[in-house]
C-alpha cells in the first residue's frame, strides 16, 4: 500500500513538472502543417481529384496525422486504410486517381463540421469563402488536438523506453551480460545464465526484458506505467497475467519467473490479484533494489 501511494505521488510530481515546452513545440509544429492543409481544402474537395495532391496529403507522419486529423473524431490510420479500403502509400495513391478519390472521400465525408463550417452544405454553396478567423480557429483547434495526443504518446513512448533502459542497467550493474535479441519458441533458445536481452517473443507473446537466472529459470519481465487505477486494470491484470499465463503454460511452471517492474497508479487490489492468484513477481521502479537483490539470491 506504501509503495502504491510512493509510486503514485512520483507520478504526480512528473506530470506536474513536466514542461510546457514539449507541448508548444508539438503545437507549433502542426499550426504550420495545419494552416497550410486547410487552405487546400477547397482543391480537395473538388472533382475530379487530383491524386498527387491526396499523395501529398499522406506523406510524411505529421502530414498523414494532419489530414486524418481534419475528420471528427480524428480518424487513425489504420481506421483510413480500412474504410477506404486502400493503402495509404503515397506512391500508390499518385498513380491511381480511383484509390485516390476513396482517401479523399473517406475524409471528407466524415469532416469536422465545426471546425471547418464553409465546408458543409449548404454553406458551401452560399458562402464558400471562410473568414480570417474561421481559418485561425480551425488551425488552432486542429493543432491542439494533435499536440496533445503527441504529448501522450511521447508519455508512453519515454516512460516505457525509461523503464526498460532503468530494468537493462540493473541487470548489467549485477554483472548479467546483455546479448542479442532472438526469438525464444522454448527454453533452449533463451540467454545463458547470467545473460538477458531487450524486447523479443516468448513461448509466442512479448516480453520487455528476458534475463536467464543463475538456477536456469527464465524471468520474463514487463515493464508497465499506468495513469489511473481503472488503467492498471489492462496493463498489469490483462496483459501482465494474461502473458504469465501463456508462458507458465508453455513453458512449464518451474521452468519461468513472470514478472513486472512498474511505474504510476496502480490498483492495489490489481495488484494482490496479479501477485497472489496469477504468480506475477511484482518490483516498483523506485524499488528496483528489491529486483536486484531477487536476482543475485538465486543460485
Same mark, same amino acid.
Given at each position: 500500500?506504501?509503495?502504491?501511494? @510512493?509510486? #503514485?505521488?512520483?507520478?504526480?510530481?512528473?506530470?506536474? =513538472?513536466?514542461?510546457? %515546452?514539449?507541448?508548444?513545440? !508539438?503545437? %507549433?509544429?502542426?499550426?504550420?502543417? !495545419?494552416?497550410? *492543409?486547410?487552405?487546400?481544402?477547397?482543391?480537395? %474537395?473538388?472533382?475530379?481529384?487530383?491524386?498527387?495532391?491526396? +499523395?501529398?496529403?499522406? *506523406?510524411?507522419?505529421?502530414?498523414?496525422?494532419?489530414?486524418?486529423?481534419?475528420?471528427?473524431?480524428? &480518424?487513425?490510420?489504420?481506421?483510413?486504410? +480500412?474504410?477506404?479500403?486502400?493503402?495509404?502509400?503515397?506512391?500508390?495513391? %499518385?498513380?491511381?486517381?480511383?484509390? $485516390?478519390?476513396?482517401? #479523399?472521400? @473517406?475524409?471528407?465525408?466524415?469532416?469536422?463540421? /465545426?471546425?471547418?463550417?464553409?465546408? &458543409?452544405?449548404?454553406?458551401?454553396?452560399?458562402?464558400?469563402?471562410?473568414?480570417?478567423?474561421? &481559418?485561425?480557429?480551425?488551425?488552432?483547434?486542429? $493543432?491542439?488536438?494533435?499536440?496533445?495526443?503527441?504529448?501522450?504518446? /511521447?508519455?508512453? @513512448?519515454?516512460?516505457?523506453? =525509461?523503464?526498460?533502459?532503468?530494468?537493462?542497467?540493473?541487470?548489467?550493474?549485477?554483472? !548479467?551480460?546483455?546479448?542479442?535479441?532472438?526469438? &525464444?519458441?522454448?527454453?533452449?533458445?533463451?540467454?545463458?545464465?547470467?545473460? !538477458?536481452? =531487450?524486447?523479443?517473443?516468448?513461448? =509466442? *507473446?512479448?516480453?520487455?526484458?528476458?534475463? #536467464?537466472?543463475?538456477?536456469?529459470?527464465?524471468?520474463a519481465i514487463e515493464c508497465k506505467v499506468s495513469n489511473s487505477s481503472v488503467n492498471s486494470y489492462k496493463r498489469i491484470v490483462h496483459d501482465t497475467g494474461g502473458k504469465a499465463a501463456t508462458w507458465y503454460r508453455t513453458l512449464g511452471d518451474a521452468q519461468v519467473v513472470p514478472a513486472a517492474v512498474m511505474s504510476g497508479v496502480f490498483s492495489?487490489?490489481?495488484?494482490?490479484?496479479?501477485?497472489?492468484?496469477?504468480?506475477?513477481?511484482?518490483?516498483?521502479?523506485?524499488?528496483?533494489?528489491?529486483?536486484?537483490?531477487?536476482?543475485?539470491?538465486?543460485?
Open positions: 500500500m506504501a509503495d502504491a501511494k @510512493t509510486a #503514485r505521488d512520483l507520478f504526480r510530481d512528473e506530470r506536474v =513538472g513536466e514542461p510546457l %515546452a514539449l507541448y508548444e513545440k !508539438f503545437f %507549433a509544429r502542426f499550426a504550420e502543417i !495545419f494552416r497550410e *492543409t486547410i487552405d487546400k481544402l477547397p482543391d480537395i %474537395a473538388s472533382d475530379p481529384v487530383d491524386p498527387a495532391l491526396v +499523395a501529398s496529403l499522406v *506523406t510524411g507522419r505529421d502530414q498523414q496525422k494532419a489530414f486524418r486529423y481534419l475528420t471528427a473524431p480524428p &480518424i487513425s490510420e489504420d481506421d483510413l486504410k +480500412a474504410l477506404a479500403d486502400t493503402t495509404l502509400a503515397p506512391s500508390v495513391l %499518385a498513380s491511381d486517381p480511383a484509390l $485516390a478519390k476513396r482517401v #479523399r472521400d @473517406t475524409v471528407m465525408t466524415i469532416l469536422d463540421p /465545426h471546425r471547418f463550417p464553409w465546408m &458543409i452544405q449548404p454553406r458551401r454553396s452560399k458562402d464558400p469563402k471562410p473568414k480570417a478567423y474561421e &481559418i485561425e480557429q480551425a488551425v488552432i483547434a486542429s $493543432a491542439v488536438l494533435a499536440a496533445a495526443r503527441e504529448v501522450e504518446t /511521447h508519455r508512453r @513512448t519515454t516512460s516505457k523506453e =525509461g523503464q526498460e533502459q532503468a530494468v537493462k542497467d540493473l541487470l548489467t550493474s549485477i554483472k !548479467f551480460k546483455e546479448v542479442a535479441v532472438r526469438d &525464444i519458441p522454448m527454453l533452449t533458445a533463451a540467454p545463458k545464465p547470467g545473460e !538477458f536481452c =531487450g524486447e523479443t517473443r516468448l513461448a =509466442g *507473446t512479448r516480453a520487455d526484458v528476458v534475463a #536467464r537466472l543463475l538456477d536456469g529459470r527464465v524471468m492495489v487490489a490489481n495488484l494482490e490479484n496479479v501477485q497472489n492468484n496469477m504468480r506475477v513477481a511484482l518490483f516498483w521502479q523506485h524499488r528496483l533494489k528489491d529486483l536486484a537483490a531477487f536476482v543475485k539470491k538465486v543460485k
